[in-house]
């Protein structure tokens, strides 16, 4: 995702809670279905609308 690296407006929730931006971008995306987690496709990039995104995980927070 295009985000700010550290300082201001650096966090996750900051960068998804900016009401400025209808759409995030994200680069080198993949992405999996809530119901069916195990099927999966990446792609170098992918608009998402705010409003239609169900979870957000960050690649250093997943579960192991």
């Known amino acids: 995702m295009l985000a700010p690296g550290e ?3 650096s966090r996750l929730s900051d960068y998804v809670n900016d009401r400025e931006r ?3 971008i994200v680069l080198d ?3 999996a279905r809530l ?3 195990d099927n999966t496709s990446e792609t170098e990039v992918v608009m998402l609308q705010k409003s239609r995104i169900d979870l ?3 690649l ?3 579960p192991t």
């Open 22 to 24: 209808e759409f995030l």
């Open 7 to 9: 300082g201001y407006r």
């Open 35 to 37: 119901d069916d987690p």
């Open 29 to 31: 995306a993949k992405l």
């Open 60 to 62: 250093d927070k997943q």
């Open 56 to 58: 957000i995980i960050p």
